[in-house]
């Protein structure tokens, strides 16, 4: 891996020449995300690079929201150091648990010492914006042992946290320890009385429940520490991907890069420049019809807890009224207590929250 | 006429019946190698695919024997499953020989006997042929032993052979010409030509197989049905061969179709007779009993609007198959449908699966049930197929069900397990027969309900699948009968009533309410699931609330497969069903079909 970081990054910043050069004028970007794998274990001096290349062919915002995705074991005080030197303004790290059986059970190589001294560090780096990831619904965990983690995080006074329930993914270890019965599987009632603790407790502590899984902390000059590239995500607008196996969306495009490092690099270095927004990397083009867009507006847009989805903006961005076009999924999910219209917007009621996917799904598809 | 040969073959099921006959068909060369595959006459595709036959096919061919003479042999491929035993008798009329195939490993089984006894029955001379020698298990000396003892048939003149290595089958040819008798019957005599089966053919209409018993059907002539009178002139008449190839005539001691173009069955039964309008004969031949359901069920589309579609399937379906038979019903819970009779299980498994392949329908089938002759206090007597169609407790006087005469074969090892599910099924021990060493046959008597409720399988699974068993009805008789009804949300669920043994009552509604409780998803609220009987509720059980669907992150990359997930789960959610305001799968309402046995 580490003998690839040098040919990755000149890749990487190939194939940002490639897609800004041929964007017409610069395009002015206001948030850029280091996330996927462990960018921690890029060295800094790359990371620079990288951002350098960015401003060169973007138009970077001074103000830019510059997030970079870190492992607490992966970090130190000088490379955190070097990080905030080279522009990076944002941390997210993954804290996951409090406690060490939950670490083991995750396969998370850190230590909770290790994230007090992270975020230590990043202080003294000059962090001002942090946000760390944590993780509900463990098996075997409590609801008291993830108080004890929830209040550990609040500690640290971030501001930002990320509450995400474990979802077994398929083919991990924990997978197959559920299947054999070594590990109890998660219970979906705890996790519920988990989340629901959580969103009382954070309130209380002044934080915003921006997204289902998101809370930021209230900014003194108004607005809050929501992450403003997720937000790009949740508004559906558009935004690039660079990186093997990165996302993009623009210009009435889902585009897809090959995801293995070596033909990543192979198609950045051969350069081939497929028609705009297209990179030399795309492996996958997938074109988004206006139904697809509306659906996927309202599927991530319903997922901002706090602004939901716009009236007004839906109105404008389609051309037609939200409730016009879907008066019986509303009138049905308000009638079972999930979504609630009001003037200005369309957004999930508390227990609509954990109820998501029904929400969502009801948007989908026409009927 | 001396020339030719009309047989059948007949087995218990997968004996290798239809083997035999693609080897026959090679051997005589009605078939070329290119167009030869396994079990070639099961055309269906579901006959392909679950490797069983359900429909019975004929087919010519030409030999030419030891003797140097050309005969024509006209073989009839039947079913060997006990749901479609009607068709091997009907194939039987219009034959004068049956070849007995019976499997050198499992030897004489249920169905061996029931077919062998029709075969008698219709006055067949008939040949034993004992199949698969080239596995390892045979035991072809005990297995000859077993049919001299049973039909007198010397052991050693029995004919061994492989159906699949083609081992000695020229000899079961040979068999046929020199042991089954030409058929009699006078080509100069007035028409008389019998339908033993029938297909349809979307240009040709309903295609009569037939049997020639007298005269002669020449092409271009008008037939007559005797039964119905109706006058048709056939589009085409023809023999198998084994496609549908023309021919001038058919003649007395002839199988073949006549193509009638006829649109519905119903104008051109099985079991008619065919004559010459201008020279008609005296009598009809007689026909057969008409094949009479033994099990209902509901069908019922998943999403209203294919009512159509689902009224459309069923009538194509009837159109090859008439022992299936339906008519329009309505539920509280499932709205409209269909309720149909059957010959069996097995005959509605394919009938659901034909409508899900074929038709390509999404469908709702209810719990099977048998039909009730109910007595009302007033005397009335009322026919009830449909449990909730039970009319009030209070206004019913009795309530019979039909029994069962019930043969099962087993070696003796399973004796005990076998009487212990006899028991719990409410069966009554009649007698046993020890036709074999080892070997026992159990006659049994048992209500059908509980025949059709999971038997066979269970009786497969006590006996490591050694044990076959038929079955014939025998008549109805009173049982102490009560209504077992279901509620969900408080509200009754008609399509989920069952009609139980009283004594059965209390746990059979434990067992279906928590059955239901693992099969209903949760919902947005609590739903009740109670079972009642006789006013009383005997069960009950909750099912929670759901608080939570899957909080998944969900950023750039994940969108497009995140919409793809959620677009998968909502179109697994339309193949429920609601009720009320409850959603319930599928599959519930086949619950009661499977419950625990403890
Ligand atoms: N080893 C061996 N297997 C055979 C022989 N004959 C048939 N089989 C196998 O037995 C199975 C059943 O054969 P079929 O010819 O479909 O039997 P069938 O009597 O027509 O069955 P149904 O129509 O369902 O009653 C198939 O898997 C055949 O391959 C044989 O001589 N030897
Ligand atoms: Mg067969």
Not at chain 1, 281 to 295: G, K, N, Q
Not at chain 2, 306 to 331: C, G, I, W
Request: charged share 25%; aromatic share 8%; hydrophobic share 40%.
């Amino acid at each position: 891996m580490m003998l690839h970081i040098p040919a990755y990054v000149e890749a990487l910043t190939r194939e940002m020449r490639s897609v800004g050069g041929r964007s017409g004028q610069k395009v002015r970007v206001h948030t850029l995300f280091f996330g996927g794998g462990t960018p921690s274990l890029l060295p800094p001096k790359s990371v620079e690079r990288i951002l350098t290349t960015a401003r060169e062919v973007f138009a970077v915002q001074p103000e830019a929201e510059i997030t970079l995705e870190a492992n607490p074991g992966t970090v130190s005080r000088e490379g955190l150091a070097a990080l905030r030197a080279a522009g990076v303004n944002r941390l997210s790290m993954g804290m996951q648990s409090a406690h060490a059986e939950d670490l083991q059970l995750l396969q998370r190589g850190h230590t909770a010492e290790d994230v007090r001294q992270a975020v230590r560090w990043a202080r003294e780096a000059g962090f001002e914006n942090l946000s760390l990831d944590l993780i509900f619904g463990l098996p075997r965990l409590s609801l008291e042992r993830w108080k004890i983690t929830l209040e550990e995080a609040l500690a640290l006074d971030v501001e930002h946290l990320s509450l995400y329930s474990l979802i077994v993914e398929e083919g991990t270890p924990l997978a197959r320890w559920v299947e054999t019965g070594k590990v109890e599987a998660p219970d979906e009632d705890s996790a519920a009385e988990q989340y629901e603790w959580a969103m009382e407790r954070l309130e209380a502590a002044g934080y915003v429940h921006y997204e289902i899984s998101n809370w930021a902390r209230r900014r003194a000059q108004g607005g809050h520490w929501g992450s403003l590239h997720n937000l790009q995500y949740w508004r559906n607008q558009p935004y690039y991907g660079f990186g093997a196996g990165a996302h993009g969306s623009l210009n009435g495009l889902r585009l897809v890069n090959a995801a293995e490092m070596a033909e990543y690099i192979t198609r950045c270095a051969a350069g081939e420049s497929q028609a705009y927004p297209r990179g030399p990397a795309t492996v996958e083009v997938l074109e988004i019809d206006r139904e697809t867009e509306i659906e996927e507006t309202l599927m991530v847009g319903l997922r901002l807890t706090d602004e939901g989805v716009g009236r007004q903006a839906f109105w404008a961005r389609f051309g037609e009224a939200l409730e016009d076009r879907y008066p019986r999924q509303i009138e049905q999910l308000t009638r079972e207590g999930l979504v609630e219209l009001t003037d200005d917007r369309l957004r999930l009621t508390r227990r609509g929250r954990l109820l998501g996917n029904r929400v969502f799904s009801a948007f989908l598809g026409g009927d | 006429m001396e020339h030719i040969r009309n047989f059948c073959i007949i087995a218990h099921v997968d004996h290798g019946k239809s083997t035999l006959a693609d080897r026959l068909l090679q051997l005589t060369g009605t078939i070329s190698e290119r167009d030869m595959m396994n079990q070639v006459l099961d055309s269906m595709d579901l006959e392909r695919e679950k490797g069983v036959t359900i429909k019975a096919s004929a087919v010519r061919m030409v030999y030419t024997a030891q003797d140097g003479l050309d005969y024509e042999l006209n073989l009839i491929d039947t079913p060997g499953h006990v749901d479609f035993n009607y068709e091997v008798s009907r194939a039987l009329a219009a034959c004068e020989g049956a070849l007995l195939i019976v499997d050198a490993t499992q030897g004489i089984e249920a169905q061996t006997l029931a077919n062998l006894y029709l075969a008698l029955e219709s006055d067949l001379v008939i040949v034993p042929v004992i199949n698969k020698i080239d596995l390892p298990s045979a035991r072809p000396d005990e297995v000859a032993q077993e049919l001299e003892n049973l039909m007198g048939y010397p052991a050693e003149e029995i004919v061994r052979i492989s159906a699949k290595e083609g081992i000695n089958v020229a000899q079961v040819l040979e068999l046929v010409v020199n042991k089954v008798p030409p058929p009699k019957g006078n080509a100069s005599e007035p028409l008389r030509a019998l339908i033993f089966d029938s297909h349809y053919d979307s240009y040709k209409g309903v295609i009569a197989y037939v049997r020639v018993n007298e005269g002669e059907i020449r092409s271009g002539d008008s037939v007559k049905l005797m039964v119905t009178g109706a006058v048709v002139k056939p589009v085409e008449i023809g023999v198998f061969s084994p496609g549908m190839r023309p021919v001038d005539a058919l003649r007395a001691g002839d199988v073949g179709y006549v193509a009638t173009g006829l649109k519905t069955v119903a104008e051109c039964r099985v079991g008619d007779t065919f004559t010459n309008p201008q020279r008609p004969a005296a009598a009809a031949l007689p026909g057969y009993r008409k094949a009479k359901p033994m099990v209902f069920a509901g069908i019922y589309p998943t999403e209203g609007e294919d009512y159509p579609d689902l009224r459309d399937a069923l009538d194509k379906l009837q159109l090859n198959d008439a022992s299936l038979v339906f008519e329009p019903e309505t539920s509280q819970a499932l709205n409209f449908g269909f309720r149909c009779g059957f010959l069996g299980l097995f005959h509605m498994e394919i009938i659901q699966e034909r409508l899900e392949r074929e038709y390509d329908l999404d469908i709702v089938v209810t719990a099977p049930s048998v039909e009730y002759e109910v007595i009302m206090t007033d005397g009335e007597v009322l026919r009830v197929d449909s449990p909730a169609q039970l009319p009030d407790e209070s206004l019913i006087s009795e309530i019979r069900e039909p029994w069962m005469a019930l043969q099962i074969f087993s070696p003796t090892d399973y004796f005990g397990t076998i009487m212990d599910l006899i028991s719990k099924r409410r069966g009554v021990f009649v007698s046993q027969e020890h036709p074999a060493p080892n070997r026992v046959q159990l006659n049994f008597e048992i209500p059908l309900s509980e025949l059709i409720v999971d038997f066979f399988d269970a009786l497969k699974s006590r006996s490591r699948g050694y044990a076959s068993m038929d079955y014939q009805f025998l008549e109805y008789r009173p049982g102490n009968l009560v209504k077992l009804e279901v509620l969900v949300g408080g509200e009754a669920v008609d399509a989920l009533a069952a009609i139980v043994h009283k004594e059965n009552a209390y746990h059979k509604g434990q067992a279906l309410v928590s059955k239901l409780k693992e099969l209903i998803p949760r919902q947005l609220f609590d739903v009740a699931i109670q079972a009642s009987s006789g006013g009383r509720i005997i069960s009950r059980a909750n099912v929670k609330a759901v608080r939570k669907d899957v909080l998944a992150k969900c950023y750039g990359g994940d969108i497009t497969r995140k919409k793809k997930l959620l677009e998968k789960q909502k179109r697994g959610k339309r193949r429920m069903k609601m009720v009320g305001s409850v959603e319930i799968p599928q599959d519930a309402f086949m619950a009661v079909l499977r419950l625990e046995e403890e």
